[in-house]
């Protein structure tokens, strides 16, 4: 697995690029007669199963861990196939520099988007199927019987008619010389043993005694820190620095500019590195986006929400026709701010590079990206480039983007030959990230005299991510990413109601601060300006929201708002002093719905009692994971509804830590029960994404219930609720 074949850097990184920053070419199983070995000499079956003569099963997987259960759930997918012992299961890291040199068989590396599982589990399934294929057909050749007389179940491998047994680890170095079968039929999940259970997680044990190691703990003989101070505003430069302050301070080995716009300390420790970054005079250039506040943002991201240019995401019908001509009109404006990823460990990698080798080692969620990434820094031929991918303390769509790996590149060759581990401070993390994007929403709903919801319009109007991120996958100027969630058709994320006539469209408003991709995306604000707006025009005519709801929403949307109903017993009321509200959405090809119970303290503060979510993924690989996907992403959206918001002033972003960005605590976190109900068919759902969206719309709708008053702009310690 060290060989790599030569390949033309600049044709991998733009390759890269293309399908925003991830590859997307073409993909083949690796079956063949030579044998290929692990690093102790245990023969690859394939590609993706590796045995060892103790019958230990190490499962390569490609896409990145980073707490939501991935890793555990792909080797539940290979295992299932390949019949063998889930207590000998281990798993490892392939790297993309052994994907490219074995022509991506492996697939996709990212990780995001909910696509983990949802866009690998056929291929990886055959990886774990064609395995087993090739250990009975060894098994036979042996006995010299037929191999339809024989089959696989928990590692062991059964002549019916003999009686005869062997195991897997002993038939894998001749199962590995085998060519692979052509045809790989794969189990009907009712048929699943392994996968469809909860399981308990491969990663839990060394997460809990210590002993996982994250890109932040790596340690390596002769290594350095470094940390590095960039512009505060974000396409600032440097004007100057004075070096010579610092140099003689302890610990320090070199200070050197990074690119345009960042200064590094490389020391003995992290402490040194950051005692003398913090003591190093440095000049900024801030440039014309120093002018910048919050203030000037949101004016003019308000240009949009009335403005003549819009790209159209969603049309049926005509919508200002039906809006002119309504009986009654409904409109209301809506915010939503940037917002951090606010990762619990730092950005970080660390890189050492000499003139014929460059190698990283660290988190991330696409590691073909990081790849493209060294390649393109390091001026290297692709064959002399890899990285090692860890488990992610905390990804939420931050760690998709490489620039940190470029940074530690970069300051690698500083000093060529040594490891020198790069990590950002709280500080740098906070106000470098790429952002949730800010967008404001202007609703207009339209009712005939018989108060019938004839007409929809929704304008939205704010950032681009695929503008700051991927201008690429723009489509004549439009960003399809704004529509998640509000999409006409398709099985990715379809707009929920029936309603004659709906206009979708959006008004292009980029700020300075870089977008990005944040755990739910688009979805998240997209299912509060709809679900609370349709919370609006429900009250508007006298209707209860759930009946409501339920003459407008397509059958699956409302399949899981049904069981969230029954779940919480709608039909009775809730408890003395508690309001309900309620939220549903289609998201990453799964149908999600919640009703939450909340109450309001005499200190005008919101008290989540209760959520009941449900969720149908097409497909249930763990559902006990899926109930801690659900509940841990409930604690990402309402963390972000409470509390989340990033400000500027003079250019720079102003929350510095957790101090000022806060999330929310043990004591605020409601209980959550969980539905799992996949309903199958050809389309697997996403979990770590689409829950997130409808905690804080379902809130709002409870608060609105509780106080009379509707609450359009977020977080919610903005507002004093006595007074809401």
């Not at 940074?407 to 470098?432: N, S």
């Not at 997130?692 to 219930?705: E, F, G, S, T, W």
């Amino acid at each position: 697995m060290t060989y790599m074949p030569r390949m033309n850097r600049r044709s991998f990184v733009v390759g890269a690029a293309a399908a925003g920053g991830g590859l997307a070419l073409g993909f083949s199983l690796p079956y063949g007669p030579q044998v290929v070995r692990a690093a102790d000499g245990s023969p690859e079956v394939n590609a993706w199963v590796v045995i060892k003569p103790d019958d230990t099963v190490v499962i390569r997987v490609a896409r990145s861990e980073m707490g939501q259960g991935t890793l555990t759930g792909l080797a539940q997918l290979v295992a299932e196939e390949l019949e063998c012992d889930w207590s000998k299961v281990t798993t490892e890291f392939p790297t993309p520099g052994q994907n490219l040199a074995r022509k991506r068989v492996w697939g996709n590396f990212l990780t995001g988007g909910s696509q983990g599982i949802r866009q690998s589990n056929e291929y990886v399934r055959q990886g774990g199927a064609a395995a087993r294929i090739m250990l009975i057909q060894a098994a036979a050749n042996e006995w010299k019987v037929p191999a339809s007389e024989c089959s696989a179940a928990n590692s062991v491998i059964t002549h019916t008619a003999s009686g005869r047994t062997t195991t897997f680890g002993k038939m894998a170095e001749a199962a590995a010389k085998l060519e692979a079968p052509k045809d790989i039929k794969l189990k009907d999940p009712k048929d699943w043993k392994i996968a469809g259970k909860g399981v308990k997680r491969l990663d839990t044990l060394d997460k809990l005694t210590g002993k996982q190691v994250y890109g932040i703990d790596i340690k390596m003989p002769g290594m350095l820190i470094a940390t590095i101070k960039d512009s505060p505003v974000n396409g600032g430069k440097i004007k100057s620095f004075d070096a010579a302050k610092v140099t003689g301070m302890p610990g320090v080995k070199k200070v050197a500019q990074i690119g345009d716009s960042g200064v590094a300390v490389i020391a003995d420790t992290f402490w040194h590195a950051k005692t003398a970054i913090d003591a190093l005079p440095i000049v900024w250039d801030p440039g014309e986006n120093a002018k910048a506040s919050s203030a000037t943002i949101a004016e003019f991201v308000k240009t949009g929400l009335d403005a003549d240019q819009a790209y159209i995401g969603n049309k049926t019908g005509d919508a200002p026709a039906a809006i002119a001509g309504a009986a009654r009109k409904v409109e209301a404006v809506y915010n939503y701010p940037f917002q951090n990823h606010a990762t619990m460990e730092p950005m970080n990698a660390t890189a050492r590079y000499t003139a014929d080798r460059c190698e990283v080692w660290g988190p991330s969620q696409n590691g073909e990206a990081a790849l493209a990434t060294i390649i393109e820094t390091s001026g290297l031929a692709a064959e002399k480039c890899d990285f090692y991918k860890v488990i992610l303390g905390g990804g939420f769509g931050r760690r998709g983007r490489t620039d940190y790996v470029k940074q530690a590149v970069l300051i690698a060759k500083q000093m060529p030959g040594v490891p020198v581990k790069l990590i950002w401070t709280r500080e740098e993390d906070m106000t470098h990230c790429a952002f949730h994007p800010i967008t404001q929403c202007k609703m207009t709903g339209a009712f005939d005299a018989n108060n019938n919801l004839v007409g929809l319009h929704m304008r939205i109007s704010g950032q681009s991510i695929s503008a700051s991120l991927a201008p690429q996958n723009l489509q004549n100027g439009m960003d399809p990413v704004v529509f998640q969630g509000l999409n006409p058709g398709g099985t990715e994320g379809t707009f929920g109601y029936n309603i004659p006539n709906v206009l979708i469209d959006h008004a292009m408003r980029n700020t300075h601060l870089t977008a990005g991709f944040w755990r739910g995306v688009n979805v998240n604000h997209n299912t509060i300006y709809v679900e609370c707006f349709i919370d609006e025009l429900a009250k508007s005519v006298g209707q209860d929201p759930l009946e409501f709801r339920r003459k407008l929403l397509k059958p699956k949307q409302l399949a899981v708002l049904n069981a969230c109903a029954e779940k919480i017993g709608y039909d009775k009321p809730a408890p003395q002093g508690v309001f309900r509200g309620m939220a549903q959405n289609h998201a990453y090809a799964s149908y999600v719905a919640a009703i939450a119970e909340v109450s309001i303290t005499d200190q005008g503060r919101v008290k989540v009692h209760r959520i009941v979510a449900a969720t149908d993924s097409g497909y249930a690989v763990n559902p006990a994971q899926i109930e801690r996907q659900v509940a841990g992403s409930f604690v990402y959206g309402l963390s972000a509804l409470l509390y989340g918001e990033i400000t500027v002033k003079d250019g720079v972003v102003e929350q510095k830590n957790f101090d000022s960005y806060n999330v929310m605590r043990m004591a605020e976190m409601p209980q959550v029960d969980t539905i799992v109900m996949p309903s199958g068919g050809a389309v697997w759902g996403g979990v770590g994404e689409p829950t997130i969206a409808v905690a804080a719309p379902a809130v709002l709708n409870a608060i609105a219930a509780a106080t009379g008053k509707r609450i359009r702009s977020v977080p919610l310690k903005n507002t004093d609720l006595r007074s809401a």
